[in-house]
């Protein structure tokens, strides 16, 4: 097979290299291999019209919001991204701080600003903290099984669940705190579902669970956007590296290849994309994301790869997360808030039976963070993983919202008011305003009366004191 796409690079030593994938894996090996003086011949073959995969920001919400990879993970000196963020001051004062990089977290995502059961009601600090407390302790002993001869269970989940079991036989509250714990109990196995990309942790081996390495230092983020890194990495490479809109069709591997502007040259590798371009080359370095792997793995290498190869990519665990956006014309949340925590009443991780995915699909929903305030813009950012998450991902925007918007249960009166609390005037606003959520909700195309009627809708209020028109009610 010869090449035929003359954008392959000219004749000259040394030798070429294809990088399949623009996402920070290829933009990294690309950089690395820039600086190298043995590489003068690199392209990177991008499907897409931008480069940085998984990592992307865009201006929404009067400012930037992270579509996809959201913080730096332990960002300290051990951490590349914090060192190539912190080398192109893209980083605020306080992840820079030596005392922000000396923070030991264990990994685990830190107690919430409130916590809210699914009824309405707040959930007691304590109570959430205890829970946490022994969660985080399990998960902790789940890391030392890693070279054991032989694991207490199969999975991370079931260790857990087991462990948990003991651990209520010495519970003495009352059956309703008990419910709740393990409601708040459901919510951390939902968040450490989204840590590991999983839809259960009962899909997690408990063997090598603890080889993951955790990084010190509080997680932080990219006050202008994750994608300032990519970008920043991508203008480093020289202009013709990048190749746009080169979806690859197959990997011809282990061959003898030649092209037409080298003769007697011979190349091992062979890229041939999609629209019949085909460049040669003497290594292929493969960045394209697992689940793509997955899908095409029996038609994107020929000849296949080994046995071992495929049968590692196919067992690969490979999980689902997505991401919300809620924005809101005034917060209901604290200005100093940064973590609502969603505690779904009546759930509990030691109940196998799940209910259907299109009437509890939003229950694996662990909660919302607080968006940077741009300007008069409040958003929500909630976060969602698994078999619930693919789901909503086949329902319209609109049912999204409908089914996190539920009124359920709605409080007014003058406490809740923000401005006017402990008067008539804000009492009746109050009502005014539940009774105009409702409205809203059940006829979108609802006629206010005029200004002016007799006991007319008021002019928008800003929301209220106490805090009360939650998205998930």
Known sequence: MQSSDRQAEAPGRGPRVLV???GIAGLGAAQRLCCHPAFPHLRVLEATARAGGRIRSERSFGGVVEVGAHWIHGPSQGNPVFQLAAKYGLLGEKALSEENQLIETGGHVGLPSVSYASSGGSVSPELVAEMARLFYSLIDQTREFLHAAETPAP?????????IRQHMAGWTEEEETKRLKLAILNNLFNVECCVSGTHSMDLVALAPFGEYTVLPGLDCTFPGGYQGLTDRIMASLPKDVMVFNKPVKTIHWDGCFEEASAPGETFPVLVECEDGGCFPAHHVVVTVPLGFLKERLDTFFEPPLPTEKAEAIRKIGFGTNNKIFLEFEEPFWQPDCQHIQVVWRDTSPLE???PKLQDAWFKKLVGFWVLPSFGASQALCGFIAGLESEFMETLSDEDVLLSLTQLQVLFAGEATHRTFYST????????WREADR???LWDSQAQRPEPGSELGSAPPVPGSRGGWPHPFL
């Open 20 to 22: 399949v994938g623009g």
């Open 438 to 440: 409702l409205i809203a």
């Open 155 to 163: 999975s991370v989940g079931e260790y857990l669940k087991k462990e």
């Open 424 to 431: 008539t005037h804000g009492a009746l606003l109050s009502g």
């Open 352 to 354: 196998d039976a799940a």
